[in-house]
């Protein structure tokens, strides 16, 4: 059974416009849910699965060219400005912190696409500068990482949704396990490597 109708089973081009890019905002502007939320519209809508991932693309495409002069901005600045200079090293530790299972600033390509799909887009393209990539190979890394997540992130839902059949429950638990999986499997980390150090 497909997850995502075929596109023949399409609704009309002006309805599914409409959808399209009720779809699309909420990939650009996460308020509700995000990635489940616009998963689960899309399905109940009739968009196919190829649309609905070209849309999450393009939601990337977009933070990719808002961030960039932020990103930019902020290294131009941090360095001439004494407490945002403080600031931005206590930033660049957390980050190493964060980043350090997946290989750190000096990561390999793979490892990059590893810590935005382990972290976030953002995360991972200011990784990707850290390395020395610029704008366009920087923003591959970090897309390809991100639509990783996507993909595994849509894929639960719709699964989840198929023996739930109640989509805000659906939403409610794959966001809690998108915040709560993450925070947990660091936690062991920590622990194990606290049992490892006391043994």
Do not use: C
């Not at 997540?149 to 639960?156: D, E, K, M, R, W």
């Amino acid at each position: 059974m497909s997850l995502f109708p075929q596109s023949s089973q399409i609704l009309g081009s002006g309805q599914s416009t409409s959808i399209m890019l009720s779809v699309l905002k909420l990939f650009i502007i996460p308020v509700g849910g995000g990635i489940p939320a616009g998963v689960l519209l899309a399905s109940a809508k009739g968009l196919a699965w190829p649309i609905v991932t070209v849309l999450y693309l393009v939601s990337d495409i977009f933070l990719a060219l808002a961030f960039e002069p932020i990103l930019r901005l902020l290294a131009a600045v941090m360095g001439r400005v004494p407490f945002l200079a403080r600031f931005g090293a206590a930033l660049k530790a957390a980050t190493a912190r964060s980043t350090a299972h997946f290989g750190g600033a000096g990561a390999g390509p793979l490892s990059l696409v590893m810590i935005s799909f382990g972290v976030d887009p953002m995360t991972g393209r200011a990784t990707a500068l850290a390395a020395g990539h610029g704008f366009l190979t920087g923003w591959a890394f970090a897309i390809a990482g991100d639509m990783l997540y996507f993909g595994v992130i849509a894929l639960t839902t719709l699964h989840l949704n198929s023996y739930i059949r109640d989509p805000n429950t659906t939403m409610i638990i794959v966001l809690g396990a998108m915040f709560g999986v993450p925070y947990l499997v660091r936690y062991l980390r920590s622990t194990l490597r606290r049992l490892a150090t006391i043994t």
